[in-house]
Nanobody, 131 residues
Framework: QVQLVESGGGLVQAGGSLRLSCLGS????????MGWFRQAPGKEREFVAA????????YYTDSVKGRFTISRDNAKNTVYLQMNSLKPEDTAVYYC????????????????????????WGQGTQVTVSS
């Protein structure tokens, strides 16, 4: 059974940094696209970033480009989201997700930004950015 566990969330002042981690178990995660999504209060869940199985392709929503970096350590079954220059509008619950239907798939922005292409999700970690 696939399990994803996020960690690293917390409270930070605007301009600060956080690094989120997502540890996967139950599958060989090195084969699959993994992504980060977020849901702010009163809003729908939205795409943040994704990374292909080898780490050679990454995708970001425009609002985080240049501030967030997604990476992965396949030996540790872990994907990271380094978040710098945080803004109050980044406040949300951040979710990790994996697409286990397409091993060795490079993906694309249109593919990875669609939540329906991810079949397993973590419980989320809260990120709060104060102004």
């Amino acid at each position: 059974q696939v399990q994803l566990v996020e960690s690293g969330g917390g409270l930070v002042q605007a301009g600060g940094s956080l690094r989120l981690s997502c540890l996967g178990s139950g599958r060989t995660f090195s084969l699959y696209i993994m992504g980060w999504f977020r849901q702010a209060p009163g809003k729908e869940r939205e795409f943040v970033a994704a990374i292909n199985w080898s780490g050679t392709s990454t995708y970001y929503t425009d609002s985080v480009k240049g501030r967030f970096t997604i990476s992965r350590d396949n030996a540790k079954n872990t994907v990271y989201l380094q978040m710098n220059s945080l803004k109050p509008e980044d406040t949300a619950v951040y979710y990790c997700a994996v697409d286990t239907d397409n091993p060795y798939f490079r993906g694309s922005y249109s593919y990875t930004s669609s939540q329906g292409n991810f079949d397993s999700w973590g419980q989320g970690t809260q990120v709060t950015v104060s102004s």
